[in-house]
């Protein structure tokens, strides 16, 4: 059984950082292509970032480029997402995925790509 489990949301002042943390069990975690989206309230949810399966290749949105960074250790089976200047805007449930494609390729940001989810981490930004 596939679980993906997120870490690492919180409460945090505008300017600040914080680090979320997604551990994967149950697949073959080195096969996969992994994603960050997020859900803020009232909003569809969008893709963050995706990294390819030996991490040297990354895709960012527009929205979080030169805040963001995503990066994985596949010996410890677990993505990470280091945000910093966060924004208000940022204020979401952040979701880690694991893509069904052997790539992140154009279609990283679309939900279609990915087989396997989280349940979600908070991550709230104040003004």
């Known amino acids: 059984q596939v679980q993906v489990v997120e870490s690492g949301g919180g409460l945090v002042q505008a300017g600040g950082s914080l680090r979320l943390s997604c551990t994967a069990s149950?697949?073959?975690?080195?096969?996969?292509?992994m994603g960050w989206f997020r859900q803020g309230p009232g909003k569809e949810r969008e893709g963050v970032s995706c990294?390819?399966?030996?991490?040297?290749?990354?895709y960012y949105a527009d929205s979080v480029k030169g805040r963001f960074t995503i990066s994985r250790d596949n010996a410890k089976n677990t993505l990470y997402l280091q945000m910093n200047s966060l924004k208000p805007e940022d204020t979401a449930m952040y979701y880690c995925?694991?893509?069904?494609?052997?790539?992140?390729?154009?279609?990283?940001?679309?939900?279609?790509?990915?087989?396997?989810w989280g349940q979600g981490t908070q991550v709230t930004v104040s003004s």
């Open positions: 149950g697949l073959t975690f080195d096969e996969h292509p």
């Open positions: 990294i390819s399966r030996s991490g040297d290749t990354t």
């Open positions: 995925a694991a893509s069904s494609r052997p790539i992140c390729g154009g279609i990283w940001s679309f939900k279609v790509a990915y087989k396997y």
